[in-house]
Every structure is written in structure tokens, then in C-alpha cells.
């Protein structure tokens, strides 16, 4: 069954720390691994895309990683800001974008 | 700013009632994903339209139906609503029908079933 974990549920950081929040996926055929932040009230906003031939990606403060072999990905964010706050959504695509299966997200709260 | 509306931004209905939602691409995107999201989870993904042909579907079962213009505007129909429908109904366009492109979303429409 194609799915999509992401650990950990939720998360309370200090402004200014890192974090790193972690993917695991069962998903075949593998297309490519997205990651989305999610403002409350709002539709996700594509943070990075990853085919299957890379194994980074960074975009500003946010560094997505990609192990194809272990199927596992994770997404560093550095010197966190308040605006930071937002659910983070590992997305894979399978059957060549033909579907796509979310994880459930990662709650970040970065606090003052 | 993404480009991609999606209307009515709120919608409340009864159970078995139909619901049509619709949702406006960003300029130039030819493809067209549905998605719903129930409260505290992420997205379930429901279909995708490509150049007005379904182009994937996810498992969701036949009420949920869909249509693509010939302007790439879409709409989401759902027939015989149930209580488990109510959700965060999210379209999202992208460029292309290729599965590399970046998805840009809407806000979704919050729908509620009583």
C-alpha cells in the first residue's frame, strides 16, 4: 500500500534554532518527493521538488534531502523564524504524476 | 500569490444533497488536481485533469466526479453528500500534465455537512 509517514507529529522550537523533520515513504512507482508548507487557513506552497536522481535541494532556509535506496527524506530548516510556524507536508508522486500520496504533516510551532 | 481561486470559500449542506465547487488555474496551467482534507490530517488526493481528460484518480469512489474547461477552469461535483465528506476541498494547478511541475493551490473551499 502506497503510503507516507512523517515524524515528528509536532514540534516546539525556539526562534533562531534548526529543526529537522523526517519522511518515510512505501510508494511505487516513485516519480518524484515534494515537500509543502501549510499556513493555517491556507493551501500548501511547494517549498522543493526532488526526482529520483537527486539527493538535495535547498530553497532560502529550507534543505530537502533525498535517500531513494532507504526511501527516507528530510527537510532542515535553519535559524527559524516566527513565520516559520506553518504544518510541513511530504508529498511523493507515484505512477508518473498520475497520483500522489501525502504524509500527514509535521505541526512546527517556533516560539519568541 | 498563487493565481489559483476556488470558490465559494465556505459551504454548508445536508446529507444527500449535490455540491458543485469550483476552481479558477493559474494563469497559463493546463492541469488541474483535486484534493481533500480533512481536519488535522494532510491532503487525500481525488483525481487530476489534464487538457479536460482525467488524468489520475485516487480512491475516492464514483459521487466524486469531476470536469475540466476548455479555459482549464475545473469544477468538483459530489453527489449524495455524507457527514464523512466535510472537509477542506483543495484544486491545484500546474504546467504541463508532467508529475515534475510545482503545484500551485488554492485556499480550498471549507465544506460542511450536517
Known amino acids: 500500500k502506497n503510503q507516507v509517514e512523517q515524524s515528528p507529529q509536532s514540534l516546539i522550537i525556539l526562534e533562531g534554532k534548526n529543526c529537522t523533520l523526517q519522511c518515510n515513504y512505501t510508494v511505487s512507482p516513485f516519480s518524484n518527493l515534494r515537500w509543502y508548507k501549510q499556513d493555517t487557513g491556507r493551501g500548501p506552497v511547494s517549498l522543493t521538488i526532488?526526482?529520483?536522481?537527486?539527493n538535495t535541494k535547498s530553497n532560502g532556509r529550507y534543505t530537502a534531502t533525498l535517500d531513494a535506496d532507504t526511501k527516507q527524506s528530510s527537510l532542515h530548516i535553519t535559524a527559524s523564524q516566527l513565520s516559520d510556524s506553518a504544518s510541513y507536508i511530504c508529498?511523493?508522486?507515484?505512477?508518473?504524476?498520475?497520483?500522489?500520496?501525502f504524509g500527514p504533516g509535521t505541526r512546527l510551532s517556533v516560539l519568541p | 500569490e498563487t493565481g489559483v481561486t476556488q470558490s465559494p470559500t465556505h459551504l454548508i449542506k445536508t446529507r444527500g444533497q449535490q455540491v458543485t465547487l469550483r476552481c479558477s488555474s493559474q494563469?497559463?496551467?493546463?492541469?488541474v488536481s483535486w484534493y481533500q482534507q480533512a481536519l488535522g490530517q494532510g491532503p487525500q488526493f481525488i483525481f487530476q485533469?489534464?487538457?479536460?481528460?482525467?488524468?489520475g484518480r485516487g480512491n475516492f469512489p464514483p459521487r466524486f466526479s469531476g470536469l475540466q474547461f476548455p479555459n482549464y477552469s475545473s469544477e468538483l461535483n459530489v453527489n449524495a453528500l455524507e457527514l464523512d465528506d466535510s472537509a477542506l476541498y483543495l484544486c491545484a494547478s500546474s504546467l504541463g500534465g508532467q508529475s515534475s511541475q510545482p503545484q500551485h493551490f488554492g485556499d480550498g473551499t471549507r465544506l460542511s455537512i450536517l
Open positions: 526532488m526526482t529520483f536522481s537527486e
Open positions: 508529498v511523493v508522486s507515484a505512477n508518473y504524476g498520475q497520483n500522489f500520496v
Open positions: 494563469s497559463g496551467h493546463n492541469t
Open positions: 485533469y489534464y487538457r479536460e481528460e482525467e488524468n
